[in-house]
């Protein structure tokens, strides 16, 4: 298979999904088809956000970029949903970083037998595992403690194809048995979160490059613009 796709490729495949997700959700909320389109933007946002971490020069600027924008777009967000207790995707991709980062500092602090450090690393990773999974029936996060588990599956299975995409899977397939749960209803409209493994597709193509443009702080500045931008739409609507 030609793989034809590199980072900014995906990225604006994942955009594009994105803006016709929300463009359902804010603006047309009848128009499933719309939901389901959007389906793939997710899994690809998930996996690019996976492979920034590896390529990254600086974690620090990369988690210190993730919060700011995660913050900014939180004011759009807070507007749409009219909540404090729900928060964005990058919260979720931010939390998945933290998480990947304390894993692998525990395993490095295990190797150099600093056993405090490990404790250390280990206890934090084990309070925020723990909240993520109190918090995950009151879908405070988007997409819950499945959204962490995606990045990571895209980050620590990124040599072995086969069992990144079977774990992926699986991943969106509770992620759509939870929502079914949840509304305790079995309708198009409560499983078309299945849908997400249509990602697969894209992201079978990806070339490991990351094309020759850097379009990096667009697609920051591209989520909480189009939010604000589709909210405004939708009150004057």
Same mark, same amino acid.
């Given at each position: 298979?030609?793989?034809?796709?590199?980072?900014?490729?995906?990225?604006?495949?994942?955009?594009?999904?994105?803006?016709?997700?929300?463009?359902?959700?804010?603006?047309?909320?009848?128009?499933?088809?719309?939901?389901?389109?959007?389906?793939?933007?997710?899994?690809?946002?998930?996996?690019?956000?996976?492979?920034?971490?590896?390529?990254? $020069?600086?974690?620090? !600027? #990369?988690? *210190?970029?993730? %919060?700011?924008?995660? +913050?900014?777009?939180?004011?759009?967000? /807070?507007?749409?949903?009219?909540?404090?207790?729900?928060?964005?995707?990058?919260?979720?991709?931010?939390?998945?970083?933290?998480?990947?980062?304390?894993?692998?500092?525990?395993?490095?602090?295990?190797?150099?037998?600093?056993?405090?450090?490990?404790?250390?690393?280990?206890?934090?990773?084990?309070?925020?595992?723990?909240?993520?999974?109190?918090?995950?029936?009151?879908?405070?996060?988007?997409?819950?403690?499945?959204?962490?588990?995606?990045?990571?599956?895209?980050?620590?299975?990124?040599? $072995?194809?086969?069992? !990144? #995409?079977? *774990?992926?899977? %699986?991943?969106?397939? +509770?992620?759509?048995?939870?929502?079914? /749960?949840?509304?305790?209803?079995?309708?198009?409209?409560?499983?078309?979160?299945?849908?997400?493994?249509?990602?697969?597709?894209?992201?079978?193509?990806?070339?490991?490059?990351?094309?020759?443009?850097?379009?990096?702080?667009?697609?920051?500045?591209?989520?909480?613009?189009?939010?604000?931008?589709?909210?405004?739409?939708?009150?004057?609507?």
């Amino acid at each position: 298979m030609k793989k034809l796709l590199n980072n900014n490729a995906l990225k604006i495949i994942a955009v594009i999904s994105m803006f016709v997700d929300h463009l359902g959700f804010i603006i047309f909320p009848n128009a499933i088809f719309l939901r389901v389109i959007g389906r793939v933007a997710f899994p690809i946002f998930a996996f690019c956000v996976a492979e920034g971490l590896h390529y990254t $020069k600086s974690r620090k !600027k #990369y988690v *210190l970029t993730l %919060l700011l924008f995660a +913050l900014i777009s939180q004011i759009p967000y /807070y507007f749409i949903f009219n909540t404090f207790f729900k928060f964005n995707v990058l919260f979720t991709f931010l939390i998945a970083i933290i998480v990947i980062i304390l894993i692998e500092q525990y395993s490095k602090s295990l190797k150099d037998s600093k056993t405090f450090i490990s404790i250390g690393y280990l206890l934090v990773l084990l309070i925020i595992l723990f909240g993520l999974v109190i918090i995950t029936p009151f879908r405070m996060l988007e997409y819950d403690i499945f959204g962490v588990a995606t990045v990571m599956i895209f980050y620590f299975l990124r040599e $072995k194809p086969l069992w !990144k #995409y079977l *774990l992926f899977a %699986l991943t969106m397939i +509770l992620l759509t048995l939870f929502g079914v /749960y949840l509304s305790n209803e079995f309708t198009f409209a409560t499983t078309y979160q299945f849908f997400s493994i249509l990602a697969i597709i894209p992201l079978l193509l990806y070339n490991s490059s990351r094309g020759k443009l850097n379009l990096k702080y667009f697609f920051y500045i591209f989520y909480p613009t189009h939010l604000m931008l589709l909210w405004l739409i939708g009150r004057f609507l």
